[in-house]
């Protein structure tokens, strides 16, 4: 792009404190992901970085604020949710500033190391750090450091989604020199909390300081590359849900604002039951698969359970329910929804397996236990004589899951169990979930357990 007003270009790393300087941080407790808001008071002018699909919240904020939001920047192409990059220009006319190496499709002005953009009087001052993609950058504004995915608070960003894992890692290393090199009270603001699958072992808190994280953030302490990429590109974490889908679609022209959700008029598609799994066990739709909405990582979840472009019906318990619903569908790239049902015929059901059922019916060969939690939290403690199939890969296996036993599903608490069960119904295995309890409840009342060391570990 050709150099204007928005963007000068320096090459000292420096700091910038200004008093009027606005900052806001919003965080969606579903994906683990966060935005941030940042301006100049005075001027009446602020930017987003990293912007939801679900808008309407910073534009309450901006005019709560009286500010005037004026442009988007993205950290990078990110791989698990759909950005409102797309609505904020299509709706509001904002211009969106993205590193030129992110092969962006939509309209867009290029980012490049140094640049600064100008808010009123404040700077916000890209800086390239490739890693986690290769066109990844993060922002500097006043004393904080919007570290996007590269520095997360305890841990740092994985490196295998965009590039060969190594490569990737080498990258992030080169990376995250550079931004120690930033002043101990430097605020670390991340793109990701815990919660999220763009890295591991990552912490709740919403904000760090550089001093802390060079303390205590145990992969910035590996002073070599080499112990570096050994750390990182190990047992690979379960990759986004949809992420090529998500990718291409942040990628590519602007997705404008979804439709809303409205009475299907049939059941034509996937059925996606959103309702607690309790009232889903009680009765369902045939074939329909539950990913309870009261749930944690809702979007999540259904991702794994979804398949990209097949049309979902959803049967929520309320017209609010499924609007709710659909909501965090789109967040995670869901467009086609094609209503909710209103006059269910919930004609199958289950009945849920007990904790103190469990010991009489595996004593008996009863049933086929499948254990749907991920392998690291199957290696601290598992049943014996259990099987063991993440409940995220469960629809591809679908009918061949049968052996001739009722399955029984079982995680840490139910709620995997409760979609495990779902999808293997839908898929024409007799199952039933353990829907309280779970592991956790099964060694507090004495089960045996045994646990499963992985070489190297």
């Given at each position: 792009?050709?150099?204007?007003?928005?963007?000068?270009?320096?090459?000292?790393?420096?700091?910038?404190?200004?008093?009027?300087?606005?900052?806001?941080?919003?965080?969606?407790?579903?994906?683990?992901?966060?935005?941030?808001?940042?301006?100049?008071?005075?001027?009446?002018?602020?930017?987003?970085?990293?912007?939801?699909?679900?808008?309407?919240?910073?534009?309450?904020?901006?005019?709560?604020?009286?500010?005037?939001?004026?442009?988007?920047?993205?950290?990078?192409?990110?791989?698990?949710?759909?950005?409102?990059?797309?609505?904020?220009?299509?709706?509001?006319?904002?211009?969106?500033?993205?590193?030129?190496?992110?092969?962006?499709?939509?309209?867009?002005?290029?980012?490049?190391?140094?640049?600064?953009?100008?808010?009123?009087?404040?700077?916000?001052?890209?800086?390239?750090?490739?890693?986690?993609?290769?066109?990844?950058?993060?922002?500097?504004?006043?004393?904080?450091?919007?570290?996007?995915?590269?520095?997360?608070?305890?841990?740092?960003?994985?490196?295998?989604?965009?590039?060969?894992?190594?490569?990737?890692?080498?990258?992030?290393?080169?990376?995250?020199?550079?931004?120690?090199?930033?002043?101990?009270?430097?605020?670390?603001?991340?793109?990701?909390?815990?919660?999220?699958?763009?890295?591991?072992?990552?912490?709740?808190?919403?904000?760090?300081?550089?001093?802390?994280?060079?303390?205590?953030?145990?992969?910035?302490?590996?002073?070599?590359?080499?112990?570096?990429?050994?750390?990182?590109?190990?047992?690979?974490?379960?990759?986004?849900?949809?992420?090529?889908?998500?990718?291409?679609?942040?990628?590519?022209?602007?997705?404008?604002?979804?439709?809303?959700?409205?009475?299907?008029?049939?059941?034509?598609?996937?059925?996606?039951?959103?309702?607690?799994?309790?009232?889903?066990?009680?009765?369902?739709?045939?074939?329909?698969?539950?990913?309870?909405?009261?749930?944690?990582?809702?979007?999540?979840?259904?991702?794994?359970?979804?398949?990209?472009?097949?049309?979902?019906?959803?049967h929520a318990s309320s017209a609010d329910e499924a609007d709710r619903a659909?909501?965090?569908?789109?967040?995670?790239?869901?467009?086609?929804?094609?209503?909710?049902?209103?006059?269910?015929?919930?004609?199958?059901?289950?009945?849920?397996?007990?904790?103190?059922?469990?010991?009489?019916?595996?004593?008996?060969?009863?049933?086929?236990?499948?254990?749907?939690?991920?392998?690291?939290?199957?290696?601290?403690?598992?049943?014996?004589?259990?099987?063991?199939?993440?409940?995220?890969?469960?629809?591809?296996?679908?009918?061949?899951?049968?052996?001739?036993?009722?399955?029984?599903?079982?995680?840490?608490?139910?709620?995997?169990?409760?979609?495990?069960?779902?999808?293997?119904?839908?898929?024409?295995?007799?199952?039933?979930?353990?829907?309280?309890?779970?592991?956790?409840?099964?060694?507090?009342?004495?089960?045996?357990?045994?646990?499963?060391?992985?070489?190297?570990?």
């Amino acid at each position: 792009m050709s150099r204007s007003a928005h963007f000068k270009k320096d090459s000292e790393a420096r700091c910038y404190r200004q008093p009027a300087m606005i900052f806001r941080q919003f965080v969606d407790e579903d994906l683990g992901c966060a935005s941030y808001l940042v301006g100049d008071q005075d001027a009446g002018e602020a930017i987003l970085v990293d912007p939801a699909y679900a808008i309407e919240q910073y534009v309450v904020e901006a005019e709560r604020l009286d500010v005037r939001l004026v442009r988007v920047l993205e950290t990078h192409t990110h791989a698990d949710h759909l950005s409102g990059h797309g609505r904020l220009a299509l709706e509001h006319g904002l211009p969106v500033s993205v590193h030129g190496g992110a092969g962006a499709e939509y309209a867009h002005e290029p980012l490049a190391d140094g640049d600064e953009v100008a808010v009123g009087s404040v700077r916000v001052r890209c800086l390239h750090t490739p890693g986690h993609r290769p066109e990844h950058c993060c922002f500097l504004a006043g004393g904080n450091l919007l570290s996007g995915d590269s520095l997360f608070v305890g841990s740092v960003a994985r490196p295998d989604l965009a590039v060969e894992a190594r490569e990737g890692a080498e990258g992030l290393f080169a990376s995250l020199r550079r931004l120690l090199e930033l002043p101990d009270d430097v605020r670390v603001f991340p793109g990701h909390v815990a919660g999220s699958l763009c890295g591991t072992g990552m912490s709740g808190d919403p904000s760090s300081t550089i001093g802390a994280e060079r303390a205590g953030n145990p992969l910035l302490a590996l002073s070599t590359v080499q112990e570096f990429v050994a750390e990182t590109t190990g047992a690979p974490a379960p990759r986004p849900p949809n992420m090529e889908r998500i990718v291409d679609l942040n990628r590519g022209p602007f997705v404008p604002e979804q439709p809303s959700i409205g009475p299907a008029a049939d059941d034509d598609g996937t059925v996606l039951d959103v309702r607690p799994a309790e009232t889903f066990a009680a009765g369902h739709v045939p074939g329909a698969m539950n990913v309870p909405l009261s749930g944690s990582a809702f979007g999540t979840k259904a991702g794994f359970v979804l398949r990209p472009d097949e049309p979902v019906v959803l049967h929520a318990s309320s017209a609010d329910e499924a609007d709710r619903a659909a909501r965090r569908l789109h967040a995670v790239g869901f467009l086609d929804l094609a209503g909710y049902l209103t006059d269910a015929g919930a004609t199958e059901s289950f009945e849920p397996v007990s904790v103190d059922e469990l010991d009489g019916l595996l004593a008996a060969g009863a049933i086929d236990l499948i254990d749907v939690r991920e392998a690291d939290e199957r290696d601290a403690g598992y049943i014996p004589g259990s099987r063991h199939i993440p409940y995220r890969l469960l629809r591809a296996y679908g009918a061949s899951v049968a052996n001739g036993r009722p399955a029984v599903t079982i995680c840490e608490s139910g709620l995997r169990a409760a979609i495990a069960a779902s999808v293997l119904a839908a898929a024409g295995v007799d199952a039933r979930p353990v829907l309280r309890g779970g592991i956790v409840e099964w060694e507090r009342r004495g089960g045996h357990t045994v646990g499963f060391r992985r070489c190297g570990t």
